[in-house]
């Protein structure tokens, strides 16, 4: 077996509320959920398929390659999907609207023989994703669509180098999961406006206290980075400069 892990930026989504349906809100919740996300990335001139979908039963894992800027993944990818789910709630009903946690984490996996993807960022992704402290955060909100949780390695990277949703509109948040314990950013969105429009320039933003429960943009978080995430690695090239500029340059 060779082992060769390349770069992936990996987003794991799963419905709140999911196990209250039958069989068929079920099957409508499922394929709602892979046609929002496959609308949300064509927005911004990605293919779902690209991303090799994983089915996690109440939701799906998407793994963007090396190709693929983790920018891309959070700005515009974040405000296309918030929009997204705004529109599929103005149609539907109590029972089937969606509403989603979302987790997001970088690092490296390796391609098995099969074609399946296999390392140690999925599993932290997943913790991330099945956080207590996201769980309450989505449920205390009924109005919001969207809970999102990034790794400290994606928030170091992406967030607060001024892509996305503002660092100061995340809050540090506790993960502790089987045998995980760490920290991890979350940001509630679709409660208003789904955010900047696609391709705005990235926000500058300074907050006086970068302590605990905020993010600041003057000193380091206490936040723990998860052990996978510091393999993250530059890609050669322009692939990721690429990605980011056609990611960004698309607005609908």
């Known amino acids: 077996m060779n082992f060769q892990p390349f770069h992936h930026t990996v987003v794991a989504t799963d419905v709140v509320g999911s196990s209250t349906r039958h069989d068929q809100l079920q099957l409508k919740m499922r394929t709602d959920l892979l046609d929002l996300l496959g609308r949300a990335l064509r927005r911004q001139g990605l293919d779902l398929d690209g991303l090799t979908p994983a ?5 799906f894992r998407l793994h963007a390659p090396s190709s693929v800027s983790p920018l891309a993944m959070v700005s515009p990818f974040l405000h296309n999907l918030a929009t997204e789910l705004r529109v599929h709630r103005q149609s539907a009903n109590d ?4 509403r989603l946690r979302l987790a997001i984490h970088m690092g490296l996996l390796n391609r098995e023989d099969g074609g399946g993807l296999s ?8 913790r991330l994703l099945d956080a207590p402290a996201a769980r309450e955060l989505i449920a205390a909100a009924p109005d919001a669509d969207l809970v999102v949780v990034v790794s400290d390695a994606v928030f170091e990277a992406v967030v607060r180098q001024g892509y996305g949703p503002a660092p100061e509109d995340f809050q540090r948040i506790p993960v502790v ?3 995980t314990s760490t920290h991890a950013w979350a940001y509630l969105a679709g409660r208003h406006d789904a955010g900047p429009p696609v391709g705005a320039p990235p926000r500058e933003r300074h907050t006086e206290d970068g302590g605990p429960g905020r993010a600041g943009t003057d000193g380091q978080p206490a936040g723990v980075v998860l052990h996978s995430a510091r393999a993250w690695i530059h890609s050669g090239g322009r692939s990721w400069a690429d990605a980011g500029a056609r990611a ?5």
């Open 55 to 59: 089915d996690l039963g109440d939701g």
């Open 248 to 252: 960004t340059d698309h607005d609908e």
């Open 119 to 126: 390392g140690v960022t999925l599993s932290e992704c997943a």
């Open 95 to 98: 029972r089937s609207r969606l």
């Open 177 to 179: 999961v089987k045998e």
